[in-house]
């Protein structure tokens, strides 16, 4: 697959009308190795983004303080959450044009 495998995977939690700025993701980890907490539930870890003021960096290293990831995965999971949200950005701009 053109993705690397980073074990670690990010998806909209619910569907994007493309009206607010604050979107529900879910991020799953498929390698137990990099996950530090137990998780909720079922490997799952939902949040909210808010693409007008928030960064992918800046929510990773809340995910790490909150003991979910090692400190040496915060690419890893900022580059998830970048990648999902420029595909949710891009899907925006040709769905609902400004």
Do not use: C, Y
């Amino acid at each position: 697959s053109m993705a690397e495998d980073t074990g670690v995977r990010v998806e909209l939690a619910e569907e994007d009308h493309g009206r607010k700025s604050t979107i529900a993701l879910r991020l799953w980890v498929e390698d137990p190795k990099k996950l530090k907490g137990k998780p909720k539930d079922n490997g799952a870890i939902e949040f909210t983004f808010d693409l007008e003021k928030e960064t992918p960096d800046e929510v990773a290293q809340e995910m790490i303080e909150s003991g979910f990831f090692h400190e040496s995965d915060v690419k890893i999971v900022a580059k998830s959450i970048r990648d999902r949200v420029a595909l949710i950005q891009w899907r925006r701009e040709r769905i609902w044009p400004a």
